[in-house]
């Protein structure tokens, strides 16, 4: 089965540009939590969409923001770009939350601000 | 205090090498999660743990969920294992993680 789509791979935006990534789960998912990767930090909770319906957010500003369709699909959204905010983003998909359950990763979009 | 800790941060091994990785957690959790990275970023889940051992393939995971700690081995170690291997606890977020353990095996 097709695993989680990622895009774009790729990004150069400008500072004070807005972007928006994409994630597309395994199909049956419900549940898509998104990841930010810097070399300083590592890897950080950015939020959960469980049915349409942001579930958890971590410590971000409010200059990123998401939301999730009806099909699962999910968008993030940065806005007023920073250099910061260069970094990996990863998405991952389950099928439910609340119990344990297995997470499988996208392959990132790596954006870059410049 | 990192809510998760690993150890060590960078491992060379030759390869046929028993490696062990050790991760530690100071929060409720339910599940402990193995995950694999490699150069490029795509991240791969090799382990999710609730309690007791995984075994798959040349992986074992071990968890004691009394003392919070979990480690991870890799048995008869081979240059294709090298990456970044990172711990992640899930509970009221969905991951919280590790900084990663970066794995070198050299032939």
């Known amino acids: 089965k097709a695993g989680v789509t990622q895009t774009p791979r790729y990004l150069i935006k400008t500072r004070g540009q807005q972007v928006t990534l994409s994630c597309s789960p395994i199909?049956?998912?419900?549940?898509v939590s998104w990841y930010q990767q810097t070399p300083g930090q590592g890897l950080q909770f950015l939020f959960e969409?469980?049915?349409?319906?942001?579930?958890n957010k971590g410590n971000f500003p409010g200059r990123f923001s998401g939301r999730q369709f009806s099909n699962s699909r999910s968008e993030m959204n940065v806005s007023t770009l920073e250099l910061g905010d260069s970094a990996l983003y990863l998405c991952?998909?389950?099928?439910?939350?609340?119990?344990?359950?297995?997470?499988?990763f996208g392959s990132g979009t790596r954006l870059t601000v410049v | 205090k990192n809510e998760v800790e690993q150890s060590p941060q960078n491992l060379t091994a030759q390869e046929g090498e028993f490696i062990t990785i050790n991760c530690s957690y100071s929060?409720?959790?339910?599940?402990l999660h193995w995950l694999q990275q490699h150069p490029g970023g795509g991240i791969v889940s090799l382990f999710m743990?609730?309690?007791g051992k995984k075994k798959h393939g040349r992986l074992i995971a071990t968890i004691n969920i009394q003392e919070k700690h979990s480690s991870l081995h890799i048995t008869a170690s081979h240059p294709r294992d090298s990456a970044v291997y990172i711990c992640?606890?899930?509970?009221?977020?969905?991951?919280?993680f590790g900084k990663g353990t970066r794995l070198s095996v050299i032939a």
């Open positions: 969409y469980f049915s349409e319906t942001q579930r």
């Open positions: 929060v409720g959790i339910s599940a």
């Open positions: 199909s049956g998912h419900r549940s």
């Open positions: 991952a998909s389950s099928p439910y939350r609340g119990l344990p359950s297995g997470y499988t």
């Open positions: 743990l609730s309690s």
């Open positions: 992640a606890v899930s509970g009221n977020t969905p991951l919280v």
